[in-house]
């Protein structure tokens, strides 16, 4: 997640609303929204998680991860996932957040609660967890890589995958991963980094998540990133309600725009669209699972977290 800890947009009384774009040309093979926030509102008119379900089945997306970035949103997560078939979870403390929960004393506590989750149905994932060094300073950064070890712990003790959040902190977050032993199945959450790093993250056999910003004008190096990679190696999400791919920049996000990112990556890979999304499908469910090998509960919609 981009902007941490949001859950809505401030308006004056004076704002227009600002509204999601239409839907995209539906995918002739569809694909997955392997990174999203369901429970974020940022300030659009009312489009809930069950109405962004239904726009991405009705354009190609088949399924989400639906990621938490604190106990709070992290249950939620573990919740929906249960009772809604499109969903599947992932769960953890976003780095961001560590610093003051550990001047809370409340680190430990949040840790065991992450871990309790990670046994749930249908939670295939921790994340999003990693290092942020744009907002934390010197004094923090300890405590952020030692939680990002336990998180490190616990999707390695469950077998699960491991979403990583890295901004500003490439070196650490490899060193740390190198240090205490990744995951069988690693994602770079939103990958940030050149055409240098991408290749160094692939040879480690990590994957690499491509969101919106693969589309922005100003995102030369990140496309380069991508043209050196296998291909194996590629997912795909939207970080929505942030990172809304070109045409819609500045408009929120959600899973159903997912098409515009994809068929973005497929032209400049100089690939079939249907193709491309194909690969990414199976990349997708080679590092979460299926999202049907697990029954759901029905249940009456849940209230946002």
Not at 111 to 120: N, S
Not at 192 to 221: C, H, I, P
Not at 248 to 266: D, E, K, V
Request: aromatic letters at 6%; glycine letters at 6%; a negative charge.
């Amino acid at each position: 997640m981009t902007e941490p800890f949001l859950r809505a947009r401030e308006r004056g009384p004076d704002d227009k609303p600002v509204e999601y774009p239409p839907p995209p040309v539906p995918l002739v093979v569809p694909v997955y929204d392997n990174h999203t926030h369901l429970e974020i509102e940022d300030g659009v008119s009312s489009l809930d998680y069950r109405e962004q379900l239904d726009r991405a089945s009705s354009v190609g997306v088949r399924g989400v991860v639906q990621v938490g970035t604190d106990l709070e949103t992290s249950r939620w997560s573990a919740e929906v996932a249960t009772h809604e078939p499109r969903v599947l979870a992932a769960v953890a403390l976003h780095p961001n957040e560590v610093p003051e929960l550990a001047e809370r004393g409340l680190l430990e506590e949040h840790l065991a609660g992450i871990a309790e989750l990670a046994a749930r149905p249908r939670v295939r994932a921790i994340g999003e967890t990693g290092l942020d060094f744009s907002r934390t300073g010197e004094e923090g950064r300890d405590v952020q890589v030692a939680a990002f070890e336990a998180h490190i712990a616990i999707a390695k003790e469950h077998g699960l995958a491991l979403q990583i959040h890295d901004r500003d902190a490439h070196r650490e977050v490899v060193r740390t991963l190198d240090r205490v032993g990744a995951p069988e199945k690693t994602v770079f959450h939103c990958f940030s980094g050149n055409a240098d790093f991408a290749r160094e993250v692939a040879s480690r056999g990590w994957f690499l998540s491509f969101a919106g910003t693969v589309t922005f004008k100003n995102a030369g190096e990140l496309r380069e990133a991508l043209e050196v990679i296998p291909r194996s190696q590629i997912l795909l999400e939207t970080d929505a309600p942030y990172l809304t791919p070109v045409p819609w920049r500045g408009r929120p996000n959600s899973s159903y725009l997912i098409p515009h990112t994809l068929r973005f990556m497929a032209d400049h890979l100089g690939t079939d669209a249907s193709m491309l999304a194909a690969q990414i499908s199976s990349n997708t469910e080679l590092v979460y699972g299926r999202w049907d090998d697990e029954p759901v509960t029905a249940t009456s919609p849940l209230e946002l977290p």
